[in-house]
């Protein structure tokens, strides 16, 4: 398996250094562990912490000379890459904003084709839209310029994205897949139930958040767990055979695409039962409203206008109407007792 593990972004000197002494006590001789940090950050707003920028790259390749693993940082522009390999950074990722970006992408791909020295793999996330289609097209494009590819799924927002990864682990079998459970979940509590999915699935390994003091951490403090966290959650997934969501696996198993498809399913769930939380929420306060302003809370004609709309869409998406009317009936029910 291949670990990518380390802090959302390097901070400190001490920082990247306690992280990496912490990882390094614990880690076993059985896999690849490289080490991670960013160092320009791709942040929503520009009053927020935006990394140290290149004067973090030494303190990367000082967790080399002294810890022995492997680095990888972010690279987002021609000149980020330019700067990493002249540090000597191993490996490179391509975060999930710029994987957007086509030109971005092939600008970056441009260079690495331009420099003689080449990093060990490049690494590209998906794009934060589930877009299938345009992953696939950054692997090809990083592939023309040479160098030797992993596939990061890191989901969308915070949720994952099973049938965008499917279909690319379908496509390209031949490209490492690594799941970063970290962004994918956006919480350190959901981290280790999430990466099991690595062994259910059968990927590759995985990229995680790894903080030696996550409450105090500049970005991304809620999803990355301590050294010892770690630890425990990367025993579980090599001393575990694989019992969780149905079969009975060990790891580095095939899976089959019935367990790609209850991954997708139990992804789409989590949807509807969250939008039908919020639905209800809605309902709340119309019943508020309802109330302040003396209206009944049963309005017929507005669920009989709700049914005819449903029944419309569903004849046409082959649904029966006793199923729409069922669950129509169920929500409105419940919605109801909400007001
Ligand atoms: C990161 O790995 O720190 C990062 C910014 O990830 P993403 O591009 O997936 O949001
Ligand atoms: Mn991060």
Redesign the pocket.
């Known amino acids: 398996m291949i670990y990518f593990l380390g802090p ?1 972004a390097a901070e400190t000197y001490d920082q990247v250094m306690t992280t990496a002494r912490l990882l390094s006590e614990q880690l076993d001789g059985d896999h690849l562990y490289i080490y991670r940090a ?1 160092v320009w ?2 942040r929503t707003s520009p009053d927020t912490f935006q990394g140290v920028g290149a004067e973090a790259l030494q303190w990367l390749t000082e967790v080399k000379r002294i810890y022995g693993m492997p680095v990888a940082t ?1 690279v987002a522009t021609p000149e980020h890459v330019r700067l990493a390999l002249e540090a000597g950074i191993d490996y490179l990722w391509i ?3 710029t994987s957007a970006n086509p030109i971005a992408v092939q600008a970056i791909a441009d260079e690495l084709k331009a420099k003689g020295q080449q990093p060990k793999a490049v690494l590209i ?1 998906n794009p934060v839209n589930e877009d299938a289609a345009l992953w696939l097209g950054n692997i090809a494009r990083l592939e023309q310029a040479g160098v030797a590819v992993m596939a990061v799924h ?1 989901g969308c927002g915070h949720r994952p994205c099973w049938g965008m990864a499917h279909r690319v682990r379908t496509e390209r079998p031949d490209i490492p897949m690594l799941l ?1 459970p970290s ?1 994918l979940t956006g919480d350190a509590a959901l981290v280790p139930d999430m990466l099991l999915r690595v062994a259910e699935l059968g990927l590759d390994g995985a990229m995680i958040e790894v903080h030696c003091s996550p409450e105090t951490a500049l970005s ?1 403090a809620r999803q990355q767990i301590t050294p010892a966290a770690l630890h425990a959650t990367l025993y579980t997934l090599h001393h575990t055979p694989y019992t969780l969501h149905h079969t009975p696996n060990t790891i580095h198993h095939t899976p089959t695409p019935l367990t790609w498809y209850r991954a997708e399913i139990d992804e789409l769930d989590d949807q509807l039962w969250d939008i039908l939380l919020r639905r209800l929420e809605v309902c709340e306060r119309i019943g508020e409203w309802k109330r302040a302003n003396a209206v009944a809370p049963f309005q017929p004609e507005r669920f009989e206008q709700l049914v005819r709309d449903r029944l419309k869409w569903g004849s046409a998406n082959g649904i029966s109407s006793e199923t729409i009317r069922t669950i129509l009936s169920a929500i409105h029910e419940e919605s109801l007792r909400r007001q």
């Open positions: 959302c960013g950050k791709p972010e975060g999930a904003r996330k890191r970063d962004h991304d």
